[in-house]
């Protein structure tokens, strides 16, 4: 790790004085921005793609490990475009 633990120590102490309310919307938006990323890069890769497809893909870019391929197939199914 490139980060000293006093360093890490300090940061999360700087991250604890804030709201809970502050360190939830902080999370939402690095959340929302690695979406437009991934959202972008699969763009980029497939520039044809329907609103659903996108929806499909960035589904699975995010969470395509943690389930199973019928969980998979179930949710994707349910996602409307």
């Avoid at 980060?3 to 004085?17: D, V, W």
């Amino acid at each position: 790790m490139d980060t000293s633990e006093e360093m890490q120590k300090r940061y999360h102490a700087l991250l604890m004085r804030r709201s809970g309310e502050e360190r939830l919307k902080m999370g939402c938006s690095m959340y929302d921005a690695a979406k437009e990323i991934v959202k972008s890069s699969l763009l980029n890769e497939n520039p044809g793609l329907t609103a659903r497809e996108l929806k499909e893909k960035i589904f699975l870019r995010f969470y395509g490990l943690d389930f199973s391929e019928s969980q998979k197939q179930k949710i994707i199914a349910g996602l409307s475009g």
